[in-house]
Antibody, heavy 117, light 111 residues
Framework: QVQLVESGGGLVKPGGSLRLSCAAS????????MSWIRQAPGKGLEWHSY????????YYADSVKGRFTISRDNAKNSLYLQMNSLRAEDTAVYYC??????????WGQGTLVTVSS | QSALTQPASVSGSPGQSITISCTGT?????????VSWYQQHPGKAPKLMIY???NRPSGVSNRFSGSKSGNTASLTISGLQAEDEADYYC???????????FGTGTKVTVL
């Protein structure tokens, strides 16, 4: 069965950095686009980054552009999100998801990122 | 890219049917048959309930159905059950660079 397991969340000070990982299993990882979606406490879902199956196409929402970098290692069945210059408004649960035509068919359980001094 | 518009809350009694709307534009909901619906219980990850407007993934109850008319998509839950109480989000493919846009979310309450 498809499994996505995020890790790497935690407490970080404003201006700091964090790297999230998402370990995929149960499907051919290299065949699929992957996304990161976040959800601030008590708020809705925000889709902010995606990467094509071979990593050649990347997308970032304006809210994270220039600060976040999405990447993948198909040999390790892993998706990553490097987050720099973190702000309080980046505090959220971060989900990785397998996507197809903008549909997120499978989601991980999420990892909480808290940006606070 | 603005979020798709959903009602903040919808409620119904057990056994009733409810419908949640999701309004976009011709650049997203109205232009493509790639509308999805997600269910999210408190503290849990979202779960795909409907994709491509009206398709159910394996394992999703047939009490959930989707439709679309013009720039508005809808999710109908029939035979409402206590376990259906959750937040629901729509999403759509969009021809903007964002590729996908989520709705604002709807809290479903079972009375």
């Amino acid at each position: 069965q498809v499994q996505l397991v995020e890790s790497g969340g935690g407490l970080v000070k404003p201006g700091g950095s964090l790297r999230l990982s998402c370990a995929a299993s149960g499907f051919t990882f290299s065949d699929y686009y992957m996304s990161w979606i976040r959800q601030a406490p008590g708020k809705g879902l925000e889709w902010h980054s995606y990467i094509s199956s071979r990593g050649r196409t990347l997308y970032y929402a304006d809210s994270v552009k220039g600060r976040f970098t999405i990447s993948r290692d198909n040999a390790k069945n892993s998706l990553y999100l490097q987050m720099n210059s973190l702000r309080a408004e980046d505090t959220a649960v971060y989900y990785c998801a397998r996507m197809k035509m903008a549909t997120m068919h499978y989601w991980g359980q999420g990892t909480l990122v808290t940006v606070s001094s | 890219q603005s979020a798709l518009t959903q009602p903040a809350s919808v409620s119904g009694s057990p056994g009733q049917s409810i419908t949640i709307s999701c309004t976009g534009t011709s650049s997203d909901v109205g232009g493509y048959n790639y509308v999805s619906w997600y269910q999210q219980h408190p503290g849990k990850a979202p779960k795909l309930m409907i994709y491509d407007v009206n398709n159910r993934p394996s394992g999703v109850s047939n009490r959930f159905s989707g439709s679309k008319s013009g720039n508005t998509a809808s999710l109908t839950i029939s035979g409402l059950q206590a376990e259906d109480e959750a937040d629901y989000y729509c999403s759509s493919y969009t021809n903007s660079s964002t590729r996908a846009v989520f709705g604002t979310g709807t809290k479903v309450t079972v009375l």
